[in-house]
């Protein structure tokens, strides 16, 4: 029932910044009780994960993500965040909004996503 949607991507030049957003569409009941992951795939490479939240506000990152992106979420409104500064083309991917379920104590180590956006793009240039 739950319809994740993205928005937020855009092409920016390195060292800018974008905010993403993932939206449940309708809102489910259930949506604040999930914890929330973004990923991303760049061209031609696997998936990844970049940073995850839990139910309880608890973020871990990715390694690329540490030090530039913050993710965050509204559980009224039920939204997901992911402030992304200082970007680098590496960045350059299409980023995913995604859900589990099982929501408490989830790190981008064992969160498993069982609902997925389709996708938003961010492409940063030199």
């Known amino acids: 029932q739950v319809h994740l949607v993205e928005s937020g991507g855009d092409s920016v030049q390195a060292g800018g910044s974008l905010r993403l957003a993932c939206a449940a569409t309708?809102?489910?009941?259930?949506?604040?009780?999930?914890?929330m992951a973004w990923f991303r795939q760049p061209p031609g490479k696997e998936r990844e994960v970049v940073a995850a939240i839990d139910r309880d506000r608890n973020p871990t990152y990715g390694d690329a993500a540490k030090g530039r992106f913050t993710i965050s979420r509204d559980n009224v409104k039920n939204i997901l965040y992911l402030q992304m500064d200082n970007l680098i083309p590496e960045d350059t991917a299409m980023y995913f909004c995604?859900?589990?379920?099982?929501?408490?104590?989830?790190?981008?180590?064992?969160?498993?996503?069982?609902?997925w956006g389709q996708g938003t793009q961010v492409t940063v240039s030199s």
């Open positions: 309708p809102v489910n009941s259930e949506y604040a009780a999930m914890a």
């Open positions: 995604a859900a589990d379920r099982f929501g408490r104590r989830t790190t981008i180590t064992t969160i498993r996503p069982t609902m």
